[in-house]
Protein backbone atom coordinates (compact mmCIF):
# COMPACT_ATOMS: atom_id res chain seq x y z
CA UNK A 1 0.00 0.00 0.00
CA UNK A 2 0.75 3.48 0.14
CA UNK A 3 2.68 4.37 -3.30
CA UNK A 4 2.89 7.45 -5.21
CA UNK A 5 3.89 7.51 -8.79
CA UNK A 6 5.18 10.08 -10.91
CA UNK A 7 4.58 10.49 -14.60
CA UNK A 8 6.71 11.02 -16.51
CA UNK A 9 9.90 9.31 -15.35
CA UNK A 10 12.15 11.23 -17.71
CA UNK A 11 11.42 14.68 -20.15
CA UNK A 12 13.84 16.39 -22.17
CA UNK A 13 12.32 19.54 -23.69
CA UNK A 14 13.90 22.91 -25.55
CA UNK A 15 14.04 25.90 -23.96
CA UNK A 16 11.11 28.38 -23.06
CA UNK A 17 8.69 25.47 -24.21
CA UNK A 18 6.60 23.94 -20.80
CA UNK A 19 6.67 20.52 -18.97
CA UNK A 20 3.78 18.84 -16.67
CA UNK A 21 5.32 16.52 -14.31
CA UNK A 22 1.91 14.67 -12.51
CA UNK A 23 1.86 13.17 -8.87
CA UNK A 24 -0.25 10.37 -8.62
CA UNK A 25 -1.10 8.08 -5.09
CA UNK A 26 -2.55 5.15 -6.25
CA UNK A 27 -4.36 3.50 -3.48
CA UNK A 28 -4.68 6.67 -0.72
CA UNK A 29 -6.29 10.03 -0.58
CA UNK A 30 -3.38 12.41 -0.05
CA UNK A 31 -4.79 15.80 1.17
CA UNK A 32 -1.47 17.03 1.22
CA UNK A 33 1.65 16.73 -1.28
CA UNK A 34 5.29 18.16 -1.47
CA UNK A 35 7.13 19.47 -4.31
CA UNK A 36 10.75 18.90 -4.17
CA UNK A 37 13.58 19.50 -6.38
CA UNK A 38 17.04 17.73 -6.34
CA UNK A 39 20.39 18.29 -7.75
CA UNK A 40 22.96 16.06 -8.61
CA UNK A 41 24.48 14.96 -5.29
CA UNK A 42 22.70 17.38 -3.37
CA UNK A 43 19.76 16.91 -0.82
CA UNK A 44 16.34 17.58 -1.47
CA UNK A 45 14.78 20.85 -1.36
CA UNK A 46 10.78 21.47 -0.21
CA UNK A 47 9.67 23.79 -3.47
CA UNK A 48 5.86 23.90 -2.06
CA UNK A 49 3.24 22.37 -0.33
CA UNK A 50 -0.24 21.44 -1.74
CA UNK A 51 -3.23 21.44 -0.53
CA UNK A 52 -6.42 19.64 -2.04
CA UNK A 53 -8.70 22.21 -3.08
CA UNK A 54 -6.84 25.28 -2.06
CA UNK A 55 -3.67 27.17 -3.63
CA UNK A 56 -0.42 25.85 -2.76
CA UNK A 57 2.32 27.50 -0.87
CA UNK A 58 5.48 28.45 -1.62
CA UNK A 59 8.73 28.33 -0.06
CA UNK A 60 11.19 31.19 -0.41
CA UNK A 61 12.55 31.68 -3.61
CA UNK A 62 10.48 29.15 -5.81
CA UNK A 63 8.50 31.54 -8.24
CA UNK A 64 4.90 30.57 -8.43
CA UNK A 65 4.41 32.14 -11.87
CA UNK A 66 7.06 29.75 -12.68
CA UNK A 67 6.25 26.83 -11.02
CA UNK A 68 2.17 26.43 -10.95
CA UNK A 69 1.24 23.35 -8.60
CA UNK A 70 -2.43 22.42 -9.07
CA UNK A 71 -4.10 19.59 -6.58
CA UNK A 72 -7.70 19.13 -7.91
CA UNK A 73 -8.36 15.66 -6.27
CA UNK A 74 -7.24 13.84 -3.05
CA UNK A 75 -4.98 11.31 -5.59
CA UNK A 76 -3.24 13.93 -8.41
CA UNK A 77 -1.30 17.02 -8.07
CA UNK A 78 0.62 18.55 -10.98
CA UNK A 79 3.85 20.93 -11.22
CA UNK A 80 4.28 22.55 -14.23
CA UNK A 81 7.46 23.94 -15.63
CA UNK A 82 6.62 26.99 -17.43
CA UNK A 83 9.27 28.75 -20.35
CA UNK A 84 11.71 26.03 -18.82
CA UNK A 85 15.65 27.02 -19.08
CA UNK A 86 18.69 24.59 -18.63
CA UNK A 87 19.10 25.74 -14.72
CA UNK A 88 15.59 24.51 -14.37
CA UNK A 89 16.98 20.85 -15.05
CA UNK A 90 16.96 19.02 -12.18
CA UNK A 91 15.37 15.71 -10.78
CA UNK A 92 11.99 16.73 -9.39
CA UNK A 93 10.54 14.15 -6.80
CA UNK A 94 6.46 14.55 -5.04
CA UNK A 95 5.34 13.06 -1.65
CA UNK A 96 1.60 12.34 -0.51
CA UNK A 97 0.49 12.43 3.15
CA UNK A 98 -2.34 10.46 3.49
CA UNK A 99 -5.60 11.94 4.32
CA UNK A 100 -5.56 8.68 7.05
CA UNK A 101 -5.24 8.63 10.69
CA UNK A 102 -0.81 9.09 10.57
CA UNK A 103 0.76 7.81 13.29
CA UNK A 104 4.67 9.60 12.45
CA UNK A 105 3.33 11.87 9.68
CA UNK A 106 4.89 9.71 6.77
CA UNK A 107 5.57 11.45 3.23
CA UNK A 108 5.05 8.50 0.92
CA UNK A 109 7.77 9.50 -2.08
CA UNK A 110 7.20 9.31 -5.75
CA UNK A 111 9.80 7.81 -7.89
CA UNK A 112 11.13 11.28 -9.30
CA UNK A 113 11.05 12.99 -12.68
CA UNK A 114 14.30 14.06 -14.46
CA UNK A 115 13.80 17.03 -16.15
CA UNK A 116 16.59 18.02 -18.76
CA UNK A 117 15.87 21.38 -20.52
CA UNK A 118 18.37 22.12 -23.73
CA UNK B 1 16.68 28.57 10.60
CA UNK B 2 16.38 24.68 10.57
CA UNK B 3 19.89 22.80 9.78
CA UNK B 4 20.44 19.00 9.20
CA UNK B 5 23.76 18.10 8.88
CA UNK B 6 25.72 14.78 7.58
CA UNK B 7 29.07 13.13 6.63
CA UNK B 8 29.13 12.57 3.07
CA UNK B 9 30.59 9.35 2.45
CA UNK B 10 30.92 6.42 4.26
CA UNK B 11 32.99 3.03 2.87
CA UNK B 12 32.71 -0.77 4.89
CA UNK B 13 33.14 -4.38 3.66
CA UNK B 14 30.53 -6.49 3.45
CA UNK B 15 29.65 -7.82 6.78
CA UNK B 16 30.79 -5.31 8.76
CA UNK B 17 28.55 -2.67 10.66
CA UNK B 18 27.56 0.31 9.04
CA UNK B 19 27.05 3.90 11.72
CA UNK B 20 26.01 7.32 9.50
CA UNK B 21 25.77 9.67 12.00
CA UNK B 22 23.35 13.37 11.65
CA UNK B 23 23.18 16.48 13.64
CA UNK B 24 20.22 18.87 13.61
CA UNK B 25 19.51 22.11 15.08
CA UNK B 26 15.64 22.69 15.69
CA UNK B 27 14.66 21.50 18.82
CA UNK B 28 10.73 21.65 17.90
CA UNK B 29 11.83 18.31 15.88
CA UNK B 30 8.75 15.82 17.10
CA UNK B 31 9.88 12.97 14.37
CA UNK B 32 12.91 11.97 12.59
CA UNK B 33 13.71 10.05 9.83
CA UNK B 34 16.11 8.01 7.94
CA UNK B 35 15.12 7.95 4.11
CA UNK B 36 17.18 5.23 1.56
CA UNK B 37 17.42 6.62 -2.19
CA UNK B 38 19.03 4.18 -4.94
CA UNK B 39 20.24 5.40 -8.15
CA UNK B 40 17.54 7.40 -10.16
CA UNK B 41 14.78 6.59 -7.40
CA UNK B 42 12.94 8.17 -5.29
CA UNK B 43 13.04 8.18 -1.31
CA UNK B 44 12.45 5.01 0.91
CA UNK B 45 11.70 5.62 4.41
CA UNK B 46 13.32 3.01 6.55
CA UNK B 47 12.58 3.98 9.73
CA UNK B 48 11.76 6.81 12.16
CA UNK B 49 12.04 7.81 15.60
CA UNK B 50 10.02 9.67 17.61
CA UNK B 51 11.64 12.50 19.67
CA UNK B 52 11.20 11.03 22.89
CA UNK B 53 12.56 7.93 22.17
CA UNK B 54 16.52 7.15 22.82
CA UNK B 55 16.65 4.15 20.45
CA UNK B 56 14.54 1.83 18.11
CA UNK B 57 15.74 -1.13 16.80
CA UNK B 58 14.09 -2.74 13.64
CA UNK B 59 15.96 -5.76 12.05
CA UNK B 60 19.31 -5.03 11.14
CA UNK B 61 19.01 -1.23 11.81
CA UNK B 62 19.09 0.61 14.89
CA UNK B 63 18.47 4.23 15.46
CA UNK B 64 20.26 6.36 18.64
CA UNK B 65 19.01 9.84 19.09
CA UNK B 66 20.22 11.69 21.94
CA UNK B 67 18.02 14.82 21.78
CA UNK B 68 20.62 16.88 24.10
CA UNK B 69 23.13 17.06 21.49
CA UNK B 70 20.90 16.88 18.39
CA UNK B 71 22.92 13.75 17.58
CA UNK B 72 20.89 10.78 15.47
CA UNK B 73 22.84 7.55 14.00
CA UNK B 74 21.64 4.99 12.17
CA UNK B 75 23.63 1.79 12.59
CA UNK B 76 23.06 -1.14 9.54
CA UNK B 77 24.51 -4.51 11.14
CA UNK B 78 25.91 -6.85 8.61
CA UNK B 79 25.94 -4.91 5.68
CA UNK B 80 25.24 -6.32 2.30
CA UNK B 81 25.96 -4.82 -1.37
CA UNK B 82 22.27 -4.25 -1.54
CA UNK B 83 22.67 -1.21 1.07
CA UNK B 84 25.09 0.42 -1.29
CA UNK B 85 22.70 3.78 -1.52
CA UNK B 86 22.28 7.38 -0.58
CA UNK B 87 20.64 7.61 2.82
CA UNK B 88 19.30 10.66 4.22
CA UNK B 89 18.43 12.04 7.41
CA UNK B 90 15.12 14.05 8.09
CA UNK B 91 13.99 16.08 10.61
CA UNK B 92 10.24 17.59 10.79
CA UNK B 93 9.92 20.87 11.64
CA UNK B 94 7.48 20.70 14.66
CA UNK B 95 5.74 24.10 13.86
CA UNK B 96 5.12 23.55 10.25
CA UNK B 97 5.32 19.72 10.07
CA UNK B 98 8.04 20.37 6.73
CA UNK B 99 10.29 18.05 6.03
CA UNK B 100 14.03 19.06 6.54
CA UNK B 101 17.04 16.73 4.70
CA UNK B 102 20.49 16.49 5.32
CA UNK B 103 22.80 16.68 2.44
CA UNK B 104 22.71 12.75 2.34
CA UNK B 105 25.47 10.08 2.90
CA UNK B 106 26.72 8.03 0.21
CA UNK B 107 27.31 4.20 1.47
CA UNK B 108 29.74 1.96 -0.27
CA UNK B 109 29.60 -1.68 0.71
CA UNK B 110 32.78 -3.08 -0.99
CA UNK B 111 32.84 -7.37 -0.95
Known amino acids: GAVVSQHPSWVICKSGTSVKIECRSL??????MFWYRQFPKQSLMLMAT?????????EQGVEKDKFLINHASLTLSTLTVTSAHPEDSSFYIC??????????????FGPGTRLTVL | GEDVEQSLFLSVREGDSSVINCTYT??????LYWYKQEPGAGLQLLTY?????DMKQDQRLTVLLNKKDKHLSLRIADTQTGDSAIYFC???????????FGQGTTLQVKP
Open chain 1, 27 to 32: DFQATT
Open chain 1, 95 to 108: SAQSAGVVIYNEQF
Open chain 1, 50 to 58: SNEGSKATY
Open chain 2, 26 to 31: DSSSTY
Open chain 2, 49 to 53: IFSNM
Open chain 2, 90 to 100: AEMDGNTGKLI
